[in-house]
């Protein structure tokens, strides 16, 4: 899963997660459970967060299950890591990116959003604006959907785009 915050990849993984099912590993938990535990948020956290997200994948893939990765994966190099991932443990991968078209409707969503992640802090408007800025093309195929469409419809969406791909892999 990809898109900036409060998009919607979060509800989608989760709906994904459930339907599939497949263990879903999301980032902003991992993030805010090492500021918990003391590390100082100057620290690289966010890449800590991807990379303990990673390990705690790469044991449910050794498994043969499935895992959704849910994270901005706004640069090539994030996007990097979960190929790498996949292809170690030989299977396939599928990237799902979910965008708000409508920005009044996406910034309410932020602004409105408590997602009871203890000790996480959601991001500024601003701050979703400069991700938005940094954010990398995308070098290969995913999907897009918009979040302004229903959430059944999406995961139902997505469930096809995810057997279509297992099926060219």
Same mark, same amino acid.
């Given at each position: /899963?990809a898109?900036?915050? #409060?998009?919607?990849k979060s509800?989608?993984?989760?709906? $994904? =997660?459930r339907?599939l099912?497949? #263990?879903?590993?999301?980032?902003?938990? $991992?993030?805010a459970? /090492? @500021?918990?535990a003391?590390?100082?948020?100057?620290?690289?956290? =966010? $890449?800590?967060?991807y !990379?303990?997200?990673?390990?705690?994948? *790469?044991?449910?893939?050794a498994?043969g299950?499935?895992a %959704?990765?849910?994270?901005?994966?706004a640069?090539?190099?994030?996007?990097?890591? @979960?190929?790498? !991932?996949a292809?170690?443990?030989? /299977?396939?991968?599928?990237? %799902?990116e979910?965008?708000?078209? *409508?920005?009044?409707?996406?910034?309410?969503?932020?602004?409105?959003?408590s997602?009871? %992640?203890?000790?996480?802090?959601?991001?500024? @408007?601003?701050?979703?604006?400069?991700?938005?800025?940094? &954010?990398?093309? @995308?070098? *290969?195929?995913?999907?897009? $959907?918009?979040?302004i469409?229903?959430?059944?419809?999406?995961?139902?969406t #997505?469930?096809? &785009? !995810?057997?279509?791909?297992a099926r !060219?892999?």
């Open positions: /899963m898109g900036l915050p #409060a998009a919607g509800s989608v993984a989760s709906g $994904l =997660g339907a099912p497949a #263990a879903v590993v999301a980032v902003d938990p $991992l993030e459970a /090492m @500021w918990r003391g590390v100082d948020r100057g620290q690289p956290t =966010g $890449l800590a967060a !990379l303990v997200a990673e390990a705690v994948a *790469d044991g449910v893939l498994l299950q499935s %959704i990765i849910d994270a901005v994966n640069v090539e190099a994030a996007r990097q890591q @979960w190929r790498e !991932l292809e170690r443990h030989r /299977m396939p991968v599928a990237f %799902i979910v965008v708000c078209s *409508d920005s009044r409707v996406h910034r309410q969503r932020l602004e409105r959003r997602r009871g %992640i203890v000790g996480f802090e959601e991001p500024t @408007w601003e701050a979703v604006q400069q991700r938005r800025a940094e &954010y990398e093309p @995308w070098t *290969d195929h995913r999907l897009v $959907l918009d979040s469409t229903g959430l059944a419809s999406n995961v139902t #997505a469930q096809e &785009y !995810l057997a279509r791909a !060219l892999s």
